[in-house]
């Protein structure tokens, strides 16, 4: 089993930015990817971003692309996403998720999930 804590979430005025981490624990992530989906209420889970492990490639759904940045921490088994010019848009819980799939990645895709953690965007 993997465990994926989520962390820092909260309320943020639109244009503000936050940082959530994502500490992995359980296994190593070699070949594996990495990255967040969120949930808006009355929504399907959406992706976000993903890192591929190996190579730390990274990939973006088109409503983030330029404001949000994923990056990871080898040593800590943690992966980040940087929030920059928040819109209220982007409210929703963020969910860490984990998986050996290393292409475009849907729900269905992914094997391990964290918790989820709270984004409000303000206006």
């Known amino acids: 089993q993997v465990q994926l804590v989520e962390s820092g979430g909260g309320l943020v005025q639109a244009g503000g930015s936050l940082r959530l981490s994502c500490a992995a624990s359980?296994?190593?992530?070699?070949?594996?990817?990495m990255g967040w989906f969120r949930q808006a209420p009355g929504k399907e889970r959406e992706f976000v971003a993903r890192l591929n492990w190996n190579g730390g490639r990274t990939y973006y759904a088109d409503s983030v692309k330029g404001r949000f940045t994923i990056s990871r921490d080898n040593a800590k088994n943690t992966v980040y996403l940087q929030m920059n010019s928040l819109k209220p848009e982007d409210t929703a819980v963020y969910y860490c998720?984990?998986?050996?799939?290393?292409?475009?990645?849907?729900?269905?895709?992914?094997?391990?999930w964290g918790q989820g953690t709270q984004v409000t965007v303000s206006s």
């Open positions: 359980g296994r190593t992530f070699s070949s594996y990817a």
């Open positions: 998720a984990a998986g050996t799939t290393t292409t475009n990645w849907g729900p269905t895709m992914v094997d391990y």
